[in-house]
């Protein structure tokens, strides 16, 4: 009898149960392209996308180009909004799960699976229908307050690199950079040079409401882009009409991409029209990092509830 009491004395202690969340560094690996609004893109999107508003424009494809991301049960492609683009995706083992929370109007097609809220246009060569989202989607707060969290401390820390001027522009080695829009236009600098040491990250805030990129970057491979971080914490207007090297934290601006970045960007909308977004995986360090929100309990009872039967099953074998 004492044994009896001991044991329903274990089942009944409440065990705590946890959701998965992501931290900027896993958001940034996560995802190619993350708006907290609309998008409207004539472009590629080779990573996976979040899609914090409506998705909007011609042919898109997305997720051409596998990595290994942070939670790979998540869907690749997520429009919180609605959808009136063309979206393609991928089958087969590293395939594509679309996910559109809204009114779709135009055609999902090739991927593993897809979900539409509801579905006024045409789903094809899509092995299978879902009738729910959950689970698939992180919650918009996850991802996006978190970026935002992310670039607003990350614009309040203090230089701690060595910035070059040569002849032409300007060379980045690792650290944190503070500069502003003068930075950037048609005349000089004509160009940068991105050059973080091996292991190492390059940080560039830049201050300034409205910003066209139009300096060339030599002598920086394009894989550099998986150490940089770029960081537009003011701005509300970004002309990227260079290829840029690295990803891009915007939160604030309505970003066009008229050439071909390399890396993840984050904007509160964007415009793909004249280059593509190209997956270049997050790999640096953010310091200090603001932190993924508190992991959110399961209900209390529910891993007591379970606990419980699973003493009853205990008490059952022992009295037969």
Known sequence: MKKLKAAACVVLFPVAGTAATMDATDLLRQYNLITSGNVVSQQEVEGHAYIGGNLSGNTVQFDFKHADVPDSGLAEVVV?????????????????????EGTNTSFVETANAAYVGTNNGTIQNVDKILTESTGLVPDRSDVIDVLNATAEELAGMASTGTL???????????GIYNIDETYFGSG?????????????????????????????????????????????????????????????????????????????????????????????QFSGTIPGGAPAPSPVPLPAALPMLLAAFGGLAFL????A
Request: charged share 15%; aromatic share 10%; glycine share 10%.
């Open 80 to 100: 919180l909004g609605d959808n009136s683009a063309m979206i393609k995706g991928q089958k087969g083992t590293n395939g594509t799960t679309v996910v559109i």
């Open 188 to 280: 000089w600098p004509y160009e940068f040079t991105l050059a973080p040491e091996a292991g190492e990250t390059t940080i560039i805030n830049v201050a300034g409401k409205s910003i066209r990129l139009e300096e060339n970057f030599v002598g920086t491979a394009y894989e550099t882009a998986q150490s940089v971080l770029w960081n537009f914490y003011e701005a509300t207007e970004l002309y990227l009409d260079r290829t840029i090297i690295g990803s891009v934290l915007a939160p604030n601006a309505e970003v066009s991409v008229n050439a071909s970045m390399e890396g993840t960007l984050f904007a509160a909308s964007a415009l793909l029209s004249g280059g593509e977004v190209h997956l270049q």
């Open 164 to 174: 070059t001027k040569t002849g032409q522009g300007y060379v980045f080695g690792s």
């Open 316 to 319: 059952r074998r022992r009295s």
